[in-house]
Nanobody
Framework: QLQLVESGGGLVQPGGSLRLSCAAS????????IAWFRQAPGMEREGVSC????????DIKDSVKGRFTISRDNAVNTMYLHMNNLKPEDTAVYYC??????????????????WGKGTLVTVSP
């Protein structure tokens, strides 16, 4: 019953920054572990970063570590992916996902219950 809608994608030059948003409706986001995924053309979808319900536990892929940050604002039922120092290899469709769980301090990239439809990020000069 949870709906997720991504926004904030677009064209950006290498070295630029972008903030992706994922607005949730039909449920309370604080009841879910969250994650961001991406899929480049011709490639499989991969997990980028995740956060537990409590936000005390996060995971981030090595390729984006130090450049991307996952966050949430439960007051407005929205999750974010802050992206800095973007590279051409970051070009992909980015998806947000949510995992309904009673566990407050774990996150991962499997068993996601709800998905957004994606937003395209293109990094090019």
């Amino acid at each position: 019953q949870l709906q997720l809608v991504e926004s904030g994608g677009g064209l950006v030059q290498p070295g630029g920054s972008l903030r992706l948003s994922c607005a949730a409706s039909g449920g309370t986001l604080e009841n879910y572990a969250i994650a961001w995924f991406r899929q480049a053309p011709g490639m499989e979808r991969e997990g980028v970063s995740c956060m537990s319900r409590s936000d005390g536990k996060t995971d981030i892929k090595d390729s984006v570590k130090g450049r991307f940050t996952i966050s949430r604002d439960n007051a407005v039922n929205t999750m974010y992916l802050h992206m800095n120092n973007l590279k051409p290899e970051d070009t992909a469709v980015y998806y947000c996902a949510a995992d309904f769980t009673f566990e407050i301090n774990t996150c991962g990239y499997t068993g996601m219950d709800y998905w957004g439809k994606g937003t395209l990020v293109t990094v090019s000069p």
